[in-house]
């Protein structure tokens, strides 16, 4: 079956490496990780196979540098909309904060957290994608711990809680939230008590008031 050739991007000429990994992320997103064969990402980006071990060694290479792209895109997506919002808010409150987090009834965000989840456990697998996962979550550690200082500082005028710990703790209540996914309505947590929940774990972590 022949395979439709790379669309261009965003007007520019990619070098051939670029072309490899876009259209590697280009199966991966319509295959899946499984689906992925370097046969088929050779012909969308115009590249010899040879090629794509010279520079990615072997398959698993190249899905580890893909996958370690699509996991540090989809976080870090989020906290630079969250830094931004933060930026522009003259006197942001606790309610800004969790208004940044993910809602249950969020179906964009669903298949990105399962993507991740799909990227995780993919690198028990394989050695070189969970390599190169340590280093892409050290930049997200470092991104996320960013702006909970941020935060932090903007709302209440000092660093309550280390930044890093409350980041950890953000992150895996995002993406514990497949836990959710699994269940069928009504079983299923609502906006309304997730919101609860944001602000009992903030108003506890950090000493805050209420803020109706």
Known sequence: METDPLPEVSGRVLSSRARIVEAARHEVQVKGILGLRVQDVAAKANVSVPLIYKYFDDRDGLLAEVLGLLFEEIVLEYVDASEQLFAHLESPTLDDLIAVFARPSDELRKPRR????????????????????????????????????????RIWGRLVVP???????????????????????????TDDEHLKLLRAMFESALGAARVD
């Open 114 to 153: 399962w993507l991740r989840i799909q990227i995780m456990a993919a690198s028990m697998e394989i050695p070189a994608l969970r390599e190169r996962l340590s280093v892409v979550q050290g930049h997200i550690n470092d991104r996320s711990a960013r702006f909970m200082a941020l935060a932090q500082e």
């Open 163 to 189: 930044p890093r710990a409350l980041a950890h703790a953000v992150q895996a209540l995002s993406l514990g939230m497949a836990f959710n996914d699994l269940l069928e309505d009504p079983e299923k947590m």
